[in-house]
């Protein structure tokens, strides 16, 4: 089984998390075969936590965890933060596979997904 | 002359703001016929502020600005700061068409491109 771990900073605006867990659900719905599961955690603030969502992923059955940083640019959380709660979490079940993807600022199709925003 | 400004949070760390300023070249590269200049501009710490960011696009020709908030959430910053500051560059210049885009989290395809960061 693999799941999809969508990783947010989290917000005190509940709107914005519920935002979080609104596009979740859109990934649920639109990961076909790619992914059996999608969650969502939190860095911070919001919950789950990181360790926790992985956590419910594993205890799930996910044998496979993809953790995606929903994130635009390559601050402290996604070149430290996340990476080490990655690390410990794969240290804990060094059965499962915990892999992190590149975080959402790096994907190639950003700046013509930006330009039909701006000029659909 | 139609003018895309790309408007970011800012960051005390300035390879965050150097992401910006690339990206915002990638956006020129790419912009085709859609605009003819792409400039960038901060809501705070990184220059130029987003009053300064319009003006030059103004200075430089632009009859339109479509301002185009590179945030992933609609929390303070894009429903209330950013209509604000554009608001009151409208009223400085009603010779312009100044138009807020859609924020990038509310863009359609982005559930897929989360999908295809995950699972290449």
């Known amino acids: ?8 900073h989290g917000s005190r605006r509940e709107a ?3 935002e979080i867990r609104a596009l979740t659900a859109l990934l ?6 790619r992914f059996d599961q999608v969650r969502c955690a939190f860095l911070e603030i919001a919950e789950p936590s990181i360790p926790d969502g992985i956590e419910e992923a594993v205890c799930a059955g996910a044998r496979e ?3 995606l940083p929903y994130f635009l640019s390559a601050g402290r959380h996604v070149a430290e933060d996340i990476p080490a709660e990655v690390r410990s979490k794969q240290a804990e079940h060094p059965e499962v ?3 992190l993807a590149p975080y ?3 994907a190639d199709g950003l700046p013509r997904m930006l330009l039909d925003l701006s000029d659909p």
């Open 65 to 67: 965890v993809v953790v």
């Open 16 to 18: 914005s998390n519920e």
């Open 97 to 99: 596979r915990i892999r």
């Open 104 to 106: 959402l600022g790096l």
């Open 1 to 8: 089984m693999r799941s999809l771990l969508l990783v947010a």
């Open 28 to 33: 649920d719905q639109q990961a076909g075969e």
